[in-house]
């Protein structure tokens, strides 16, 4: 009850974070990405205040013993660089590249209730669902 | 190259929030931030666990609360509807395979010093600026 709770505020704080940094605002993310055109550097410093909170913040949470109110932390433990990490992040670089958008921003954004925002992601779930069909045959 | 107009504040302050969110799931769940993950584990709502619920749920009470009740959230969208809805399986297949996105690979894992990650982010920032690129050179090509 209590993890679920503060997951709840965790989604809202990141939200937040996505609003106040204009991370929703698929001009912002597809600007940065644009060096060669009208650059824009907002996504820099999002990242550089993400990674400076989250660095300090992890170290002091890894020097505890377990989670608040979990038995263990979750941590993935695979650190092979194999094809499926690189041929996975060149596809979502592109679908990135071509929207501005990612996970985390388009979900915020569906509350504007926005029909494009709204088509994202809906092709979104169909990309996920096609690749746990394809997982499973494989 | 030209620089638009931005605010480096605005920006520190926002990715200050997405940390404190990111430490905030570790501290008292024990789970790495990671959207994508999150989002996708909600399709099979069998498996799928309450606070993965009600993470997706804070992030879109968040932009509702925010939208409605506080200002407008500006979203300009550059690209046609159709080239959406391809980016859209795109980043959907390649956030399961790459098993992850921004926020799982870029901030969770960059923090914690993930070799993967960090290959994974330098692949997925490159590539999204080649794609801007050639989705320039395009548009002017139609101009």
Same mark, same amino acid.
């Given at each position: 009850m209590k993890s679920t709770l503060s997951a709840l505020v965790?989604?809202?704080i990141f939200g937040v974070g996505l609003i106040l940094s204009e991370m929703v605002n698929p001009k912002r993310v597809q600007g940065f990405l644009d060096v060669t055109g009208h650059w824009d550097p907002t996504l820099v410093f999002v990242m550089g205040g993400a990674l400076l909170v989250t660095g300090i913040g992890y170290k002091l949470t890894?020097?505890?013993?377990k989670p608040l109110f979990a038995s263990t932390f979750a941590v993935p433990t695979h650190r092979v660089i194999d094809t499926r990490l690189i041929v996975g992040a060149v596809l979502f670089g592109s679908g990135w590249g071509l929207s501005g958008l990612c996970p985390g921003p388009a979900i915020?954004?569906?509350s504007t209730f926005n029909i494009d925002i709204m088509a994202f992601v809906l092709s979104m779930i169909v990309g996920m669902k096609i690749f746990d069909f394809m997982e499973k045959k494989i | 190259m030209n620089i638009v107009e931005f605010s480096w504040q605005t920006g520190l302050i926002g990715g200050a929030f997405i940390g404190l969110a990111v430490v905030t799931l570790m501290a008292t769940s024990g789970r790495i931030a990671g959207i994508s993950s999150i989002f996708s584990s909600l399709l099979k709502p069998t498996s799928a666990q309450p606070w993965q619920w009600t993470f997706i /749920?804070? *992030?879109l009470l968040s932009g509702l609360l925010f939208h409605w009740l506080y200002r407008p959230i500006t979203l300009q969208i550059e690209s046609h509807t159709s080239i959406?809805?391809?980016a859209g399986l795109l980043v959907g297949f390649g956030t399961r395979l790459g098993n992850?996105?921004?926020?799982g690979h870029g901030v969770c894992g960059i923090?914690?010093?993930s070799p993967r990650s960090l290959? /994974?982010? *330098?692949?997925?920032?490159t590539v999204g600026m080649l794609t801007v690129f050639l989705l320039g050179l395009f548009q002017l090509e139609n101009r």
């Open positions: 965790a989604g809202m890894f020097s505890r013993n915020v954004g569906l | /749920a804070g *992030l959406l809805v391809i992850g996105c921004t926020s923090s914690r010093l290959v /994974a982010t *330098l692949v997925f920032i």
